[in-house]
Structures are given as C-alpha cells and as structure tokens.
C-alpha cells in the first residue's frame, strides 16, 4: 500500500513562497504519476500540477507562472512562489502506479492527508 506524507504547509503573507514536498513509503518501484491537488473551502478539489518520472509535467494554467513542480523519484515537491490569497486551500498529495498521465482526481488511488497552505496578511 502506497503512502503519502505532504508537509511544508503552513501561513504566509500575499506573495510569498512556500515549498510543499511529498514523500512515500510502501512501494519500492517507481510510481508513475505523482500530483498535487487543492481544495479551498467549500470549493471542489482541482489539480495543481502532475509530474511523471520521464519528466513529464503538467501545470494548472493559472499558477504556472508561479508553481514549480519537480520530483526525484517517488518523491515530489512544489514549489510556489508569489502567493495570492486565492491559492488558500489544502493541498493533497497523489499518487498512482500505472496508467497515462492524468489530471484527474477519480484517477488517483493514493492520496496523501493533506497540508495547509493560507496565504493572507
């Protein structure tokens, strides 16, 4: 069973950075699509940006001037800079083994707890 830790959350004022990074336990071969997600309140999740081990990468066309996504292996991170208080949300972790790449949340078996992101003055 894959697991996912997300950490690096946490409270930042409008235009700063944060790094958010994902780790897993439980598979030792490696993963095929690795994505962030986010989900505001009462809002429906969405995805952020998805990266495969060729290094394929897929990046939500409002952030990507702003969000970097990059892996090592089955680790990944992302990075965000120039905050705005709409990227205020919880953002997942995902994971899945096989498969084409996908930005599709229903596609995703594994999936981390979550880590906040509140951007606000």
């Known amino acids: 069973q894959v697991q996912l830790v997300e950490s690096g959350g946490g409270l930042v004022e409008p235009g700063g950075s944060l790094r958010l990074s994902c780790t897993t336990s439980g598979h030792s071969s490696t993963l095929k699509s690795m994505a962030w997600f986010r989900q505001a309140s009462g809002k429906e999740r969405e995805y952020v940006s998805v990266?495969?081990?060729?290094?394929g990468r897929i990046i939500k066309l409002s952030v990507k001037d702003r969000f970097t996504i990059s892996r090592d292996n089955n680790t990944v991170w992302l990075q965000m800079n120039s905050l705005e208080p709409e990227d205020t949300a919880r953002y997942f972790c995902a994971a899945r083994l096989d498969g084409p790449t996908t930005t599709n949340a229903d596609d995703y078996p594994f999936w981390g707890r979550g880590t906040q992101v509140t951007v606000s003055a």
């Open positions: 990266a495969t081990p060729g290094g």
